[in-house]
């Protein structure tokens, strides 16, 4: 069953950082644009980085230069380096393809960023 499988986060304190993990099972990922997403609460789902298969990377506004996308797809996982933490970057974060597909949302990792 292809899936794809979040860890990484957790509580940090403002200004710190965490390296979120995305392990994709099934090589049809290695071909495709891959996105990191996050929900917090009461709001939708929104895009915060993508990775095309060139290794191309994108970022929402809201990022500011403080994260950074990368993918190994000789072991088929992708990444999102976050630094300088904002309580407002709290939200559980998901990894998909770009654009998303619905069967294969995860459970997710939980980033809380707060003192």
């Known amino acids: 069953q292809v899936q794809l499988v979040e860890s990484g986060g957790g509580l940090v304190q403002p200004g710190g950082s965490l390296r979120l993990s995305c392990a994709t099972s099934?090589?049809?990922?290695?071909?495709?644009?891959m996105g990191w997403y996050r929900q917090a609460p009461g709001n939708q789902r929104e895009l915060v980085a993508w990775i095309t298969p060139g290794s191309h990377e994108n970022y929402a506004n809201f990022v500011e230069g403080r994260f950074t996308i990368s993918r190994d797809d000789a072991n088929n996982m992708v990444y999102l380096q976050m630094s300088s933490l904002r309580p407002e970057d709290t939200a559980v974060y998901y990894c998909n393809l770009l654009p998303w597909r619905a069967e294969y949302w995860g459970q997710g990792t939980q980033v809380t960023v707060s003192s």
């Open positions: 099934g090589s049809m990922f290695r071909f495709a644009a």
